[in-house]
């Protein structure tokens, strides 16, 4: 798997290495690596939370935080119900972004 240098649904929506949630993102599509076929709503939660974090006050972030959140636990939900029925999905791009340290 190359890694790249942007995170998130490559065909709906996603972040580069210059997006504040771009961390956040790496992170989550990590975690959605060790789940198997269990649920992802604590993993979404958890970037949400990330995201929020990130945000800060900032009103237009929270928003874009927000429906960041709504469109993982949409794909969430979806991924889980296919695992559910021996159908994986994501598996070529989760998890396959970088995060590289900043000087």
């Known amino acids: 798997m ?16 210059d997006d504040p ?3 956040c ?17 604590d ?4 970037f949400l939370k990330c995201c929020l974090k990130v945000a800060k006050t900032d009103k237009p972030l929270r928003a874009r935080a927000w429906l ?6 949409a794909y969430g939900i979806l991924r889980y119900a296919a ?8 598996q070529s791009w989760e998890g396959s ?4 340290k900043q000087d």
């Open 68 to 73: 960041y959140y709504r469109l993982a636990r």
């Open 83 to 90: 695992c559910r029925c021996g159908i994986q999905i994501g």
């Open 25 to 41: 993102c790496c992170k989550h599509d990590a975690d959605y690596q060790t789940l198997g076929c269990a649920s992802t709503k």
């Open 21 to 23: 949630f771009y961390k």
């Open 2 to 17: 190359t890694k790249r240098e942007e995170c998130g649904l490559p065909w709906l929506i996603h972040t580069t290495v």
């Open 43 to 46: 993993i979404d939660l958890k």
């Open 97 to 100: 972004c970088e995060i590289k």
